[in-house]
């Protein structure tokens, strides 16, 4: 059964950094292309990045480029979300997904890659 477990969130200072994980089991992460949403209190989930599978080609929002990189460790089975000056605008739940092609930018009401989605991980960015 394919699973995607989503931590390393938590409270920092605007400007600070924190590195999320996505954690696959059930499957091979690098067979899919992986991305992370989020969604803010009373806004759409959005895409802000994603690791295409096979030649690892990365996309991000522009919103968020500069300063999140993604990256994918395939020994670990784990993707990851490097987030660097962190504003109060990246305040949000952070979501994983599978899906076979890359998804940035607004995500169709009903979406969520392969499986529903998981109940990812807090960011609040705050002084």
């Known amino acids: 059964q394919l699973q995607l477990v989503e931590s390393g969130g938590g409270l920092v200072q605007p400007g600070g950094s924190l590195r999320l994980s996505c954690t696959a089991s059930?499957?091979?992460?690098?067979?899919?292309?992986i991305g992370w949403f989020r969604q803010a209190p009373g806004k759409e989930r959005e895409g802000v990045s994603c690791i295409r599978n096979g030649d690892g080609s990365t996309y991000y929002a522009d919103s968020v480029k500069g300063r999140f990189t993604i990256s994918r460790d395939n020994a670990k089975n784990t993707v990851y979300l490097q987030m660097n000056s962190l504003t109060p605008e990246d305040t949000a739940v952070y979501y994983c997904?599978?899906?076979?092609?890359?998804?940035?930018?607004?995500?169709?009401?009903?979406?969520?890659?392969?499986?529903?989605w998981g109940q990812g991980t807090q960011v609040t960015v705050s002084s």
């Open positions: 059930g499957f091979t992460l690098d067979d899919y292309c």
């Open positions: 997904a599978a899906s076979t092609y890359c998804v940035v930018g607004p995500v169709v009401a009903g979406w969520s890659g392969l499986d529903s």
